[in-house]
């Protein structure tokens, strides 16, 4: 069944029996994979996209633990094999109708502006992505970056909201240049986080920051103070490269809510910080309102105005289960220190004595508090710091990351810790901290 503009009502379960979908211009083939199982699809013929990444015919990408579409703006035949936990197919009379038009717009826009800036030796556009949650601001995010590579653009991605990594874990704050083709098939859409093995897609190396906390009102000051830190950085990038700079800025950016003043605070501390000039708001018209009043005759560091651009939210954007976020966190861990179905990494399993660590934990406030080897840090996974051993708690907190190990085992009458790491070398070398997000995975190992 289905309704003109929205597309067939989502179907149940389907088997894992192959099948063809074929897609007029402007359609969309929605899907969430089944837990425990991938989904491969293969486009048969024409042209279609996966969040601005263009498939290769007769390829097959196999997705798991996602939820996703395929976009075609002239018609295609995909083959599909695999269980879908739900799927269907948007249709639409016209390529207007489809509200990707209008991303495919902004991105014409933002081109121009890309132009202009490496005509005249400026600064591109810095564009931040808001709106409430589960309007797909992450998927607008690596669409407009998949369009800005594809035309031979470099721009700065950057990711504020620390409940899910661009190119690292959770907890985490992130910038990376995107120079080059995004890989469909990873977990989180944009690639795989740099470990210790060849990749079938260039990798990209995140400047990252610690935060872990899963929200950005969990510890607004501190959050503040990495924004700061990770946008002097950013700037710092730009200017030792002129394509980058004229490229610009795209930010994925937190969550806001309604009424919370809190919110909308930091996002205007991350509009000043990184010099913002296009505020896009994405399904919400209320939020559209208050950021263009706020915003509206305010100016840029550098004196430009800042536009505010309201975007309608695509109809198949909508909460994720928290099962299926849960998995995704899970894959992401995994895939750091395991690899995936093309890429097998051998992590490196230590005993380490509890003496030759320096551990921090999170503690209420935002506070780092040495903590002595135990049992209740088993299947945390660690960040270590580039930093010294000797440095101050306030130092370390402030240090990017260098990597990652996760807590297998702790043999407290023994004194001793198995740790999983990516590559072998003394982990005791660097101060490692023990944060609240993302949770303990407690299968990592099987």
Request: proline share 6%; charged share 25%.
């Amino acid at each position: 069944m289905s309704i003109p503009g929205l597309g067939q009502i989502p179907s149940q379960t389907t088997t894992a029996s192959a099948r063809t979908i074929t897609l007029r211009p402007a359609w969309e083939y929605r899907f969430e994979t089944e837990s425990g199982t991938t989904l491969t699809i293969k486009l048969n013929n024409g042209v279609a996209e996966k969040d601005g990444i263009e498939l290769a015919p007769r390829t097959p990408y196999t997705f798991a633990n996602i939820k996703s579409k395929i976009t075609t703006w002239h018609g295609c035949e995909l083959d599909i094999e695999g269980a879908t936990a739900s799927e269907s197919v948007a249709e639409y009379a016209t390529l207007v109708d489809n509200p990707g038009n209008a991303l495919l717009n902004l991105h014409a826009r933002l081109s121009e502006m890309r132009d202009s800036a490496a005509r005249e030796r400026k600064h591109g556009p810095r564009v931040l992505i808001t709106g409430p949650a589960d309007v797909g601001k992450t998927t607008v995010t690596r669409t407009l970056a998949s369009y800005a590579t594809k035309q031979g653009s470099q721009p700065l991605v950057v990711n504020c909201d620390p409940e899910e990594g661009i190119l690292t874990l959770p907890g985490t704050l992130s910038a990376a240049v995107f120079a080059t083709v995004m890989d469909p098939e990873a977990t989180d859409g944009w690639g795989s986080t740099p470990t210790s093995g060849p990749s079938s897609v260039p990798v990209k190396l995140p400047i990252v920051q610690y935060y872990g906390q899963r929200n950005a009102e969990d510890e607004p000051q501190f959050y503040r103070e990495l924004v700061a830190r990770l946008a002097d950085t950013v700037s710092g990038r730009m200017q030792e490269d002129a394509d980058v700079k004229a490229s610009g800025v795209i930010i994925d950016s937190i969550d806001l809510v309604a009424k919370g003043d809190e919110g909308y605070d930091i996002l205007a501390h991350i509009v000043d910080e990184f010099s913002v000039n296009v505020i896009v708001v994405l399904g919400s018209a209320e939020m559209n309102c208050t950021l263009a009043k706020r915003f509206g005759t305010q100016q840029t560091s550098v004196g430009e105005p800042i536009h505010v651009v309201s975007l309608d939210k695509s109809e198949g954007a909508g909460p994720r289960s928290n099962m299926l976020m849960e998995r995704n966190r899970e894959a992401v861990i995994k895939e750091y220190f395991f690899g995936d179905a093309r890429r097998t990494l051998s992590p490196q399993i230590q005993q380490v004595d509890f003496g030759s660590l320096v551990i921090y934990k999170l503690q209420d406030g935002g506070r780092l508090v040495r903590e002595q080897p135990s049992s209740v840090m088993q299947h945390w996974t660690l960040a270590i710091m580039h930093a010294s051993t000797r440095d101050t708690p306030e130092t370390i907190r402030a240090a990017g990351v260098m990597g990652y190990v996760y807590v297998s085992d702790v043999d407290e009458e023994r004194r001793k810790v198995k740790m999983l790491a990516p590559v072998s070398g003394r982990l005791g070398d660097r101060p490692m901290v023990w944060g609240r997000w993302p949770e303990p995975y407690i299968n990592l190992l099987g």
